[in-house]
């Protein structure tokens, strides 16, 4: 489709391991975002893309988290040591406008769980 | 510290009435202001949005109201339909460009047949 793709939508992993969690934008799309919405909570932003580098990376809650976008498309975030609150639907979105002007298109997200 | 505040976790309204969503916000520097409405299982989509040279913005059946002394908005829908069933987030920003959006907790609208 023509979207914001994230891969995996669902993800189950124990508490120390490593997960990978992939957002593919809107085609064209220079701004990529990363939010985290955990239960019963609006998003909360993580990390801002143009490009290919981090221009903010300000919400990223500890060196735990890590995202790269390489080519300037794909982005991934990473996640270190995962711990059980980090359990939350992580966002995905695009926008063809930079510095958080615009519209954001929004992925299904992935939902993270920890055990 | 919560900047953009919806206290209303969940609201019912019957079919066909109007809807009023409201939402407060702290930081002064906030100029741009949108509305998001998200579905089960899928991501925020834009609703409407209005900038503070404005105090009304108008799309169809929902209309945004600013009350900038107050730090104040509110979404209306009217009339309401089964469809506009959903979770809808508002969103803040600074219009330079320089800050990303903050969202509320969302209220959850739940439109009755």
């Known amino acids: 489709g023509a979207g914001v793709s994230q891969t995996p939508s669902n993800k189950v992993t124990e508490k120390g391991k490593y997960v990978e969690l992939r957002c593919d934008p809107i085609?064209?799309?220079?701004?990529l975002y990363w939010y985290r919405q955990s239960l019963g909570q609006g998003p909360e932003f993580l990390i801002y893309?143009?490009?290919?580098?981090?221009?903010?990376d300000s919400g990223l809650p500890n060196d735990r988290f890590f995202a790269v976008r390489p080519e300037g498309s794909v982005s991934t975030l990473k996640i270190q040591r995962t711990e059980r609150g980090d359990s939350a639907v992580y966002l995905c979105?695009?926008?063809?406008?930079?510095?958080?002007?615009?519209?954001?298109?929004f992925g299904e997200g992935s939902r993270l769980t920890v055990l | 510290d919560q900047q953009v505040k919806q206290n209303s976790p969940s609201l019912s309204v019957q079919e066909g009435r109007i809807s009023i969503l409201n939402c407060d916000y702290t930081?002064?520097?906030?100029?741009?202001f949108l509305w998001y409405k998200k579905y089960p299982a899928e991501g925020p989509t834009f609703l409407i949005s209005?900038?503070?040279?404005?105090d009304k913005n108008e799309d169809g059946r929902f209309t945004v109201f600013l009350n900038k002394s107050a730090k104040h908005l509110s979404l209306h829908i009217v009339p309401s339909q089964p469809g506009d069933s959903a979770v809808y987030f508002c969103?803040?920003?600074?219009?330079?460009?320089?800050?990303?959006?903050?969202f509320g907790k969302g209220t959850r609208l739940s439109v009755i047949a």
């Open positions: 979105a695009s926008s063809l406008t930079p510095k958080y002007t615009g519209e954001l298109f």
């Open positions: 085609s064209g799309h220079t701004a």
């Open positions: 893309f143009q490009g290919t580098g981090a221009a903010d």
């Open positions: 930081n002064s520097m906030f100029d741009y």
């Open positions: 209005i900038s503070s040279i404005k």
């Open positions: 969103a803040a920003s600074d219009n330079s460009g320089n800050t990303p959006l903050v």
